[in-house]
């Protein structure tokens, strides 16, 4: 194989399939890029076996062929090279030869048979969405999936269409986060549960453009979102999902429409006074008076703060984590958000003006009468 590339043409592509190679195995293959050169164009393929991206960039071919390199050393060596065209040729005897201007590489290459070839997923079901409609549901959604891999159902998030609505589904064990998108065309019904950090690394790759779209391939055991000239192909994880729904109508006593900005002022300040072994919870305040009040005491010190609110129904005192409420706030794209409240001791549920995105969160158990 003998191709000619221009750095930064290359460069692109080996970050773009760079994010499945393998981190942690015992087979040195997972840890490398395949190249593939034929047809007047350079695909670039990682696969750790559970993640496999693959894209397609443009190139000079001087020779076909097909190897595979060590994902690290070939991309710092792209990286550090001059800003020029790069020449790679392979030979019989598993070497490959890097050459930019006056810098010679010479390193060893695997063949590109031993290399495992990515999952395939049946075609049958899909949906199309745009890149910044999936980029906008996984940034509203990631925060709340757990890291704990003990719970594999929870280090992922349902992907449901029903109705011809897209609802993705994330939660932790103390909250959860749901987008709704309403999609275009007719679409069967299908749910399945995606990896979280599947999707961080889409998010990382798609560029968020709303004329773009990705088309989204639904099978039983794996999913492969393809956008431009690249594929992502990832299991799924297996199990029924967590039932929710009782959750989404659950009776509330109070609705408060409160500024965003203004009220993520108030946490962000409170927060300045809570270190990391500190787990005091904030204290939201709700009365007649038509102000929300939040106070928090700390071994660093105390605060309190108060901003006005439209609110309807009864009074309130309860407490949360405050990084919580922030993660919610800070992906609301609105300039006011609807909380709704039952008592102290219930979820409570944070809302976007017109309902696509909700968020459950529980409180921490405080005694209201002492505050």
């Known amino acids: 194989m003998r191709i000619k590339c221009k750095k930064q043409t290359l460069l692109a592509g080996l970050n773009t399939v760079s994010k499945a190679v393998a981190t942690k195995t015992v087979k040195p293959i997972l840890e490398c890029i395949l190249l593939e050169a034929h047809n007047g164009e350079l695909k670039l393929t990682a696969n750790n076996l559970n993640l496999g991206i693959e894209t397609f960039i443009e190139c000079t071919i001087l020779e076909e062929g097909t190897i595979a390199l060590n994902s ?142 990705v088309i989204i391939y639904f099978a039983d055991k794996n999913m492969s979102f393809e956008f431009g000239k690249t594929r992502v192909v990832s299991r799924l994880i297996e199990g029924e999902y967590f039932k929710i729904a009782h959750m989404l109508s659950m009776d509330t006593s109070l609705m408060v429409k409160a500024n965003r900005s203004e009220l993520i002022g108030c946490i962000d300040r409170a927060s300045l006074l809570i270190q990391e072994t500190d787990k005091k919870p904030i204290i939201v305040s709700v009365k007649n008076d038509n102000n929300l009040y939040i106070k928090l005491d700390t071994n660093m010190g105390s605060i309190k703060e108060e901003m006005e609110i439209e609110k309807e129904g009864n009074e309130i005192v309860i407490g949360f984590n405050p990084s919580f409420i922030m993660d919610a706030l800070r992906v609301i794209d609105d300039d006011k958000v609807n909380i709704y409240m039952n008592d102290s001791k219930s979820p409570c549920i944070i809302k976007d003006n017109d309902n696509t995105f909700t968020y459950i969160i529980l409180p921490i158990n405080i005694n209201p009468d002492a505050y």
């Open 72 to 213: 690290k050393l070939f991309t710092d060596i792209i990286r550090k090279m001059q800003d020029s065209d790069i020449d790679i040729e392979s030979s019989n005897d598993y070497k490959t030869t890097i050459i930019c201007e006056k810098s010679r590489y010479d390193i060893p290459c695997w063949s590109g048979e031993e290399f495992p070839e990515l999952m395939s997923v049946n075609k049958e079901k899909s949906i199309v969405i745009s890149q910044l409609g999936l980029k906008d549901i996984i940034r509203q959604t990631i925060f709340s999936v757990s890291d704990n891999e003990n719970s594999k159902l929870m280090s992922g998030e349902l992907f449901e269409v029903k109705d011809n609505v897209l609802s993705v589904v994330s939660l932790d064990g103390h909250r959860i986060s749901m987008r709704k998108v309403n999609l275009k065309d007719d679409n069967s019904d299908v749910s399945a549960v995606v990896p979280g950090k599947t999707l961080q690394e889409i998010s990382k790759i798609i560029n968020g453009d709303a004329e773009e779209d």
